[in-house]
């Protein structure tokens, strides 16, 4: 799904114009992103959650010349999903309906027929 995607979803749903919708899903995923950046956690429930997680610089190494190379201290982003989607996720599709089409094995194979 695309940030598109969501913006005809708000159009048709709600009723709103597209720039309305554009301008709501913009501010939405702006607010988020400024939170994040400030290390904010962001948790929407029924949805998850999104985590800033600070990693200790470290030294690495080149595996092509082995020579050692420091990494610098960084921020990650985790995203952990909440129950009641990871529930929804799991949850097993729904049984397509039955049709009233004979089988493969219940057809009559060619040249079976009482010959007239």
Same mark, same amino acid.
């Given at each position: 799904m695309l940030k598109s995607d969501l913006i005809n979803i708000l159009v048709a749903k709600r009723g709103v114009t597209q720039k309305q919708a554009e301008a709501t899903i913009e501010t939405i995923f702006e607010s988020m992103k400024d939170a994040l950046c400030r290390g904010e956690n962001i948790e929407i429930r029924g949805l998850g959650a999104f985590h800033v997680k600070n990693y200790? +610089?470290?030294q690495g190494r080149n595996p092509k010349t082995g020579q050692v190379i420091p990494v610098k201290p960084k921020r990650g982003l985790l995203f952990r999903t909440g129950?009641?989607?990871r529930d929804r996720v799991?949850?097993?599709p729904p049984q397509q309906a039955q049709t009233d089409l004979p089988s493969?094995?219940?057809?009559?194979?060619? +040249?079976?027929g009482t010959g007239l």
């Open positions: 200790q +610089g470290y129950k009641e989607l799991n949850r097993p493969v094995s219940e057809s009559k194979s060619p +040249g079976t």
